[in-house]
């Protein structure tokens, strides 16, 4: 019997935030690298809040707008928006 996943997996939530990134920035995403901060990469207050939105609407999970900046890595980012998966809705 198969046990029914709670959210995306490490690895796909990190490639979903990385071409979320690129895109932001008009970049390929093979250039973002995932333990750079993102603001080396020129990412701005309106890109975060556009992938905040993006999470939001992707997702069904409501994150901070200072998320892309409380961690500001897709390292870290993809840590704690698994870490708000793990805990469920209205847990945050």
Do not use: K, N
């Not at 990469?41 to 609407?57: K, M, P, Q, R, T």
């Not at 897709?74 to 809705?89: D, K, N, Q, R, Y």
């Amino acid at each position: 019997m198969s046990v029914p996943t709670t959210g995306p997996t490490a690895q796909s939530l990190s490639t979903w935030i990385i071409e979320r990134i690129a895109g932001y920035l008009q970049r390929p995403a093979g250039e973002i690298d995932p333990t750079v901060p993102l603001a080396e990469y020129g990412l701005d207050s309106v890109a975060a809040l556009s992938l905040c939105g993006d999470i939001e609407e992707d997702f069904d999970l409501v994150v901070e707008p200072t998320v892309a900046w409380d961690y500001p890595t897709v390292e870290a980012l993809t840590g704690h928006l698994l870490e708000e998966f793990a805990a469920g809705p209205g847990a945050a």
